[in-house]
């Protein structure tokens, strides 16, 4: 008797990919899950390539040489808060798993993003091309802020999901408010610290570089930290609507 030949190309492959999904989840409607992936990774990505400007708002106040004002932050801040919104929905909805796996995606992609970046940077440009300087000053490789961009990521991210599920664990579905901004606390204020003292702290220095002065990079932890919270508890009633329905479109999958 003939052994049955195994089945090659596009047949094959799919009955490789659909081995390894659960038997509970095959067949299964993929729901909002890669959307709320796509969402959550391109906003990181945007925010990254914005985090390249510093902005400074309001005049300048420093009453006994503490400075106050000018605010001080960098383009990241329009909308990567929004990614720590999105990481709440992916853990209160999808669990620790699931939600560390779009964290660690973000991670990739945001590193091969950086790579790209250096590769594109060092190559020759064109003869007729006049935009080389504008391009490196922009996207221009600048390791000490792509290693605390990714570093200060992956600590603040895991840290808010884990913080929001363990919460969760204790108190059960009730207080979703306690989580979502208890996460937030504390997976911010560990995302800001890692990036701003690897970025414009002593702990990038190593990797060229001079740090800003510790007053200044104080305001900058400081801002940035409360900036992203408060953002998260403006966010509330929105981030609230959005579980629900995302939890209501899994269910009704």
């Known amino acids: 008797m003939r052994t049955p030949r195994r089945r090659q190309g596009w047949i094959g492959l799919e009955s490789a990919l659909v081995s390894d999904v659960p038997a509970a989840d095959r067949g299964r409607p993929a729901g909002s899950y890669d959307l709320v992936v796509a969402a959550f990774v ?12 510093l902005i400074s708002f309001g005049p ?25 919104i999105l990481g709440d929905v992916l853990a209160e909805v999808y669990g ?3 939600a560390n796996r779009a964290i660690i995606t973000g991670f990739v992609l945001a590193a091969v993003m950086s790579v790209t970046f250096l590769i594109v940077d060092a190559a020759p440009p064109a003869a007729d091309w006049p935009n080389q ?3 490196h000053a922009v996207l221009g490789f600048v390791p ?4 605390a961009s990714l570093l200060g990521y ?15 664990q204790r108190w ?21 610290m890692v990036f701003c003292l690897i970025a414009f702290g002593p702990l ?24 992203k919270v408060g953002v998260e508890v403006i966010f509330l009633p929105l981030t609230y609507r959005v579980i629900a329905a995302i939890k209501r479109r899994e269910i009704a999958a």
Do not use: C, H
Not at 144 to 147: G, N
Not at 207 to 227: F, H, Q, R, T
């Open 42 to 53: 391109g906003m990181l990505l945007i925010s990254n390539i914005g985090a390249t400007k």
């Open 172 to 192: 059960g579905e009730e207080r979703l408010w306690v989580r979502l901004i208890g996460s937030t606390l504390i997976g911010e204020f560990a995302d800001t």
């Open 133 to 135: 300087d504008a391009w």
């Open 96 to 98: 620790l798993r699931r």
């Open 204 to 227: 990038g220095n190593v990797l060229g570089g001079e740090s800003i002065p510790w007053p200044a990079l104080i305001n900058y932890i400081a801002v940035g930290w409360l900036y």
């Open 154 to 168: 992956l600590a603040g991210q895991l840290l808010n999901a884990l913080v929001l599920v363990r919460i969760k």
């Open 144 to 147: 000490r802020i792509v290693v």
């Open 60 to 84: 300048t106040w420093a009453p006994g040489g503490v400075p106050i004002l000018p605010i001080i932050t960098d383009g990241g801040a329009i909308l990567f808060p929004l990614t720590y």
